[in-house]
Every structure is written in structure tokens, then in C-alpha cells.
């Protein structure tokens, strides 16, 4: 809930994870949240916490990352979002829309659904345009096996496998909704799109998915090998991490949005 005298405002962020150590506030390093409070500091005067649907790693992007603040000066949603951008220049980090919420409204807690998207560039020549925002595999990657490879890992599972030994998570148990792999013409070639969908995730869990699904695309692990990753329970069983770099948090789900 928030203190008396203040007001909830509900942020849609949208930021490039090239230049930070990630979205949550690091002691060793520039963060999307410092960017964040930085700004309201700078329009409010305020010491002010973001609270955020998600926490990005180091180089991991956003289209539409929900996060919240409070704050004890009146002002008007579109009047704190234009003030915001205007400070966090030239960082890059925009708020895409504000709105006043309920005190208890959670950015974090509330959120139901976190969807996410992983771009892989099939290519040979280097990445200009995207560099930083796809991971570039030089050969085609057959992406019909790896969506055959993903559905053994949609619904509930323990995924020690795809886990971070830094995962702070008080189980391995997580209930993944979707896992769809599908190729589309990108602009500057082919690319494959896996798409994530989960109430929450395991450290480093869509990554090194991903990084296994790849392996499948490659020729260099049978379809059937994802499951018995998966089923080893086992973090040396997984075979490849995929760098942060090709993943976007795309959208956080609230239950008046369902």
C-alpha cells in the first residue's frame, strides 16, 4: 500500500539493456532503475523506489516492462512521463505511458503473466543494424524441429536444469504456458523468434532454453535430447546458454487485463 499523501504510478518502460548491468540496481555498474529514480529525483526532488515486473540481466531488453513508483508531489501522469524522458536523456530508457494506479497495485506482485521473446539472426555476414539486439548464428537453424523440441518443456516442470546456480528462486518448480519457435523474414535476413510465456521464471531459465533449442535448430542435438535435460534435473545436463543480448521482455499481465 502506499503511505499517506502519496500516489502510485504505474510506468510502461521501454530500454535498451545494451549499456546497463541490468534492470535492478547494481552496486557495480549503471542500471535501468538508477536511470529511473535518477529521473524522479530530478523531477520530484523525491528519493524515490522502482518496482518492476521483471529483472533483466546485464545487455537483456525491454518493449514494455511494467514498474511503479510513489511519489508525494501532485502531478499529472502525462506531465510526470514527459519529465521523466526529459531526464533520462541520453540514456536508453523511454517511458512509453503513466498512469495513477491503486495503493495496492504491484508492479511486480500483481503481475500474472510475463511474456518474452528471443531473436536469433541466421546469418554469416556480421550484424550491423542489430548488433546487440539478436544473436547471430551463421548457418539456418531448422526451427520446425526446435518448436517439436519445445513442447516437451511447456507446463509444469522442474527446470534445475535451465536454472542459474545463482538463482535465488525458493523452488525449481515453475509452470511455462508457451514456448512457440517460429521463422520469420527479418530485415536483414533470416530470423527465429522463440516466445516465452510464464506466471514467473527461474534465473536464467528462457536463455538457456533457448540456448538448447538452438543446439536442436544446429543438427548438433536430437529433438528428443531437450526432454532429457529437462528430466536430469541436473544444470550440467544443459547444453548451451544463450547470450542476453537476443532477448526482449515484450509484455507483464495484470488480472484486470487478462
Known sequence: MTAPGTKRYALTIEFDGTPFMGLQRQPHGPSVQQALEDAAKAVTGEDVTLHSAGRTDTGVHALAMRSHMDIEKDIAPFRLM?????????????????????????ARFSCIERRYVYRIASRRAPLTLAKNRAWQVPQELDHN?????????VGQHDFTTFRSVQCQAASP?????????????????????????????????VRSMVGCLALVGMGRWEEEQVAEALAARDR???????????????????????
Not at 514527459?82 to 504491484?106: K, M, S
Not at 547470450?243 to 495484470?254: D, K, M, R, S, T
Open 173 to 205: 518448480l515453475k509452470t511455462l504456458d508457451r514456448l512457440d519457435v517460429e521463422r520469420v523474414d527479418g530485415f536483414y535476413g533470416d530470423e527465429i523468434r522463440i516466445y516465452a510465456e510464464a506466471r514467473s521464471f527461474l534465473h536464467h531459465q
Open 236 to 258: 550440467q545436463a544443459l547444453g548451451l546458454n544463450a547470450p542476453p543480448h537476443g532477448l526482449y521482455f515484450v509484455e507483464a499481465i495484470y488480472p484486470d487485463e487478462a
Open 82 to 106: 514527459e519529465a521523466l524522458n526529459y531526464h533520462l536523456r541520453p540514456n536508453p530508457v523511454a517511458v512509453l505511458a503513466c498512469e495513477e494506479v491503486a495503493g495496492d497495485w504491484h
Open 145 to 153: 524441429a526446435m518448436h517439436r523440441a519445445a513442447q516437451a518443456l
